[in-house]
């Protein structure tokens, strides 16, 4: 699949409706947090029609449940239903894959999936490998190369590494020979949260996958009980997105190009960490105001109308 963006940051409309020409695209790491009800989602919304309400302020979308299982048939058909043409997806690979099988001996699995997620294919940008931390050159390098050979030419994969052993050049060509996006992550704790990250951040493609997903030991307490409910602002990155918009800005000329997916564990509610990346680009994101989420949920009818 070719991605046809063109342009560069003067381009850019002053909306978040953005054409196919358009290379910055901005979403949040999955749509389906308790958290956002009555905040993002109205409070009446059922969870069924939360991606159709997400897609009217956003282009884009990482699917986190394809990593806990192959999706059925007719989930992928809701996700297309609920979804205008211009939107678009990109998924996580199954953990079957990447954290238990560890690239090794999964044909059979990675053919599965491929075939559940083909429908679709017209909406789908990429396809994301996220390998865990313990997954090193030591005992990967063969898998990872027996892997990527096996990669549908038809499909766009972005791989994100987690261990830091793989920041080689060889590692960059293996990329760059097949097609592969190397996935730029902010992983980087609170406490650095004010200083611009310093990663290794080689471009060997024709897009930009990055992800914003801050810190997770934000996520869960030492009893394993969720310690936000991730509805607001909790801390802010200054510092942090307006580098990211730098490094991005800087390679937009080079590639066709850029989805960018924040996470609540970034700065505490990911659908306005999208909206002030944006601003960092010049458009306007814009999210539901609360007089509307308040008269949706007092009239459920409204929601045929917004």
């Known amino acids: 699949m070719r991605l046809n963006g063109v342009g560069a940051l003067s381009y850019f409309t002053v909306s978040l409706n953005l054409s196919e020409s358009h290379k910055v695209r901005i979403g949040s790491c999955a749509w389906s947090y308790p958290g956002w009800s009555g905040v993002f989602y109205p409070a009446e919304l059922p969870t069924s029609e939360w991606l159709e309400w997400y897609s009217r302020y956003f282009v884009t979308v990482e699917i986190d449940a394809t990593f806990y299982a192959t999706p059925a048939p007719e989930t992928v058909a809701r996700w297309l239903e609920a979804t205008p043409a211009n939107f678009r997806f990109s998924c996580k690979l199954p953990r079957e894959i990447t954290h238990q099988c560890r690239l090794h001996d999964c044909s059979a699995q990675l053919t599965a999936f491929m075939e559940a997620i083909e429908p679709l294919a017209p909406k789908l940008r990429s396809i994301l490998v996220q390998l865990p931390p313990s997954f090193s050159p030591k005992d990967g390098r063969a898998a990872l190369r027996s892997f990527l050979k096996q990669l549908p030419r038809e499909f766009r994969f972005a791989l994100e590494f987690r261990h830091q052993g793989w920041h080689r050049p060889e590692i960059i060509r293996l990329l760059e020979r097949h097609r592969v996006c190397w996935v ?3 992983t980087s704790p609170l406490d650095e949260r004010n200083l611009a990250p310093f990663e290794f951040q080689p471009s060997t493609t024709d897009f930009l996958y990055v992800r914003l997903l801050g810190d997770y030991a934000t996520k ?45 564990h970034f700065e ?33 009818g409204q929601l045929e109308l917004l």
């Open 184 to 186: 730029w992550a902010d």
């Open 220 to 264: 869960y307490d030492g009893d394993g009980k969720q310690m936000h409910q991730y509805g607001r602002l909790l801390w802010k990155r200054e510092a942090a997105l307006e580098s990211w918009a730098l490094k991005i800005e800087r390679q937009l000329a080079d590639v066709r190009a850029a989805y960018i997916y924040a996470n609540n």
């Open 268 to 300: 505490g509610f990911a659908p306005e960490t999208c909206q002030r990346l944006a601003e960092r680009f010049g458009f306007e994101l814009t999210l539901p105001a609360e007089t509307e989420l308040a008269a949706a949920s007092a009239d459920p």
